[in-house]
């Protein structure tokens, strides 16, 4: 798995009192957000579909679950992995949730969306880099650059599901022939930074973008009908499966603090 060392951290003038506010990015980083992501994918279609929320309903429980828990992410002045989690969570539901909407409710095809996403994130990350000197992602330790952060994670996730949705469905290449393409990319873009021939951000951010459609091919695989290229688990055990997974090793991590930094450590990289 990657690991992404500290970048420079830019010009930003650090709280005395805060610790980095985000996880060392380790092979438990990527296994709980592969996780998060396929739960981004089965839980909006557990509310939508089988609780029947609908779009418009399972949208607006989301978008108030995500504002409610990014408000106390921001409060917090340390990592908190139960916290840190929760918004990664719902921030993936609420990126399927955007893809879903602009494709069911305004029609906007899988390859505009992709596109749209694509701009937005782009703009993120230039106004992140002009405004900090940076885009380290582990020196998040003021107000700003964590809603630079979060707010690039938004759209990685829409931007993920739209790509997924595009290659699984409407090129029509299925959900384990997806899996192997975002898997194979993702294990040449790793080797290729282990190389040294990728900044290490710009790798962490591609295979970050790309985990989102692999999770979620991973969900559909599992969740859906057989005479629908899936398993035929069901949204609600695959969801109840992976949530108990993510559960399980955010718990180990809280216990052991084996993903926290503090903010010196992180001025000494």
Same mark, same amino acid.
């Given at each position: 798995?990657? !690991? ?11 709280? /005395? ?8 990015? !380790? ?8 996780? $998060? ?14 609780? +029947?929320?609908?779009?418009? +309903? ?64 782009? $703009?993120?990350?230039?106004? *992140? ?30 931007? +993920?599901?739209? !790509? ?28 290729? *930074? ?10 962490? *951010? ?51 603090? /084996? ?8 001025? $000494?990289?």
């Amino acid at each position: 798995m990657m !690991t992404v060392s500290f970048a420079h951290v830019g010009n930003a003038k650090p709280y /005395k009192n805060w610790l980095v506010k985000v996880p060392e990015v !380790t092979a438990f980083f990527w296994i709980i957000k592969i996780l $998060a992501t396929t739960v981004g994918e089965t839980f909006a279609d557990y509310l939508n579909e089988t609780l +029947g929320f609908g779009l418009n +309903g399972t949208t607006l429980v989301t978008v108030i679950a995500l504002i409610i828990a990014l408000t106390l992410q921001f409060k917090s002045t340390r990592y908190k992995p139960t916290l840190y989690w929760l918004v990664v969570v719902l921030i993936s539901i609420a990126g399927t949730l955007f893809t879903d909407n602009l494709t069911d409710n305004l029609n906007v095809s899988l390859l505009v969306s992709s596109i749209i996403f694509s701009i937005i994130l782009a $703009a993120i990350f230039m106004a *992140w880099h002009r405004t900090e000197a940076s885009l380290a992602i582990h020196s998040i330790y003021t107000p700003r650059r964590e809603i630079f952060y979060w707010s690039a994670i938004l759209f990685t996730f829409a931007l +993920g599901t739209a !790509t997924g949705d595009l290659f699984a469905e409407r090129l029509g290449l299925g959900y384990s022939v997806s899996l192997i393409i975002f898997a194979v990319i993702i294990i040449a873009i790793s080797g290729a *930074w282990k190389l040294k021939l990728l900044n290490p951000v710009f790798a962490f *951010w591609a295979v970050y973008v790309l985990t989102r459609p692999l999770g979620a091919s991973i969900g559909d695989l599992l969740s859906q009908d057989k005479k629908d290229g899936g398993i035929g688990l069901g949204t609600t055990a695959t969801s109840a499966i992976f949530l108990g997974v993510i559960v399980g090793l955010v718990f180990y991590l809280t216990m052991t603090k /084996k993903d926290a930094i503090s903010l010196n450590q992180a001025l $000494a990289e």
